[in-house]
């Protein structure tokens, strides 16, 4: 048993440090523009949560939400922005800079020439597109902590989440860049994502929706990862938020899989 089970233990452990050294790369390659990446991915959800959620709230008032907490139209709009924050910078990640290195900089071309696996690529760069989502999710939540939008707890238990949402969304958008053909096709994949931001209960509760028009809504990765982390961060909406885990790690697999799949036929045709 011990001698059939050491190799795999093994072949994972060299995986794993394979696909640590492709984010080695990018971080060695950006280090000393990094600080750059990391404002413009944290000013534009706080600009938001600023103009829409403090401004505009102030006209709103409070809204009741579904398990029956009343909070402020800040402390609605903020786990939102924060799911949105997430999912904009692994996207951006892992959609118009992997495309660029795949179809133009040829970069993936000589890392297979050595032992990495398109699959220990995929990984690696949804690594690296973590650490960027991660610092965005970590000063969003410091943010909502000293806005009084939410409690220190509940921030700690929302950053894991926050994580899990840039996963997702990162596998997604590797997948969805396998399939590009020039940067004109990252426009209907721009629009796409905009209008995810605008209805996915970002700014209004699903439930004022149409009922067709809110079934759409909720079946959304975006809505699911609002949902999760407006749950954990001002909600007390029992366990609903384990349906919303269990979809993004769905998400996460099947874009996983299909972007090491596509990888291997683009770089080995």
């Not at 439930?207 to 990765?221: D, H, Q």
């Not at 990862?225 to 919303?244: F, Q």
């Not at 979809?247 to 080995?268: C, D, E, P």
């Amino acid at each position: 048993m011990v001698s059939l089970m050491l190799p795999r233990l093994v072949d994972v452990s060299a995986a794993s440090r394979r696909s640590a050294s492709v984010t080695e790369r990018n971080v060695a390659a950006l280090r000393s523009v990094y600080w750059l990446l990391l404002v413009s991915g944290f000013v534009e959800p706080l600009l938001y949560l600023l103009s829409i959620g403090v401004g505009v709230g102030a006209l709103i008032g409070d809204l009741t939400l579904p398990g029956g907490t009343v909070v402020s139209y800040a402390a609605f709009v903020a786990p939102a922005m924060l799911a949105s924050s997430a999912m904009t910078g692994a996207l951006a990640e892992t959609t118009f800079n992997f495309f660029g290195k795949m179809k133009y900089m040829k970069l993936y071309d000589g890392v297979i020439a050595t032992p990495v696996q398109p699959f220990e690529i995929a990984l690696g760069e949804l690594a690296w597109a973590m650490l960027r989502g991660s610092a965005y999710s970590a000063a969003f939540l410091v943010v909502m902590v000293a806005m009084d939008l939410t409690a220190p707890a509940r921030a700690l238990a929302a950053f894991p989440a926050a994580v899990l949402v840039g996963f997702a969304f990162g596998a997604l958008g590797m997948a969805i860049s396998t399939f590009m053909r020039s940067w004109q096709d990252f426009d209907l994949m721009s629009s796409a994502q905009f209008v995810l931001f605008l209805f996915s209960g970002t700014f209004v509760p699903a439930e004022a929706y149409p009922a067709v028009l809110r079934w759409l809504v909720e079946v959304t990765p975006l809505y699911r990862a609002v949902h999760l982390i407006r749950t954990l961060t001002v909600d007390t909406g029992g366990w609903s938020w384990l349906l919303d885990v269990l979809y993004l790690l769905v998400v996460l697999t099947i874009g996983l899989l299909i972007a090491s799949r596509r990888m291997s036929q683009l770089l080995y045709k």
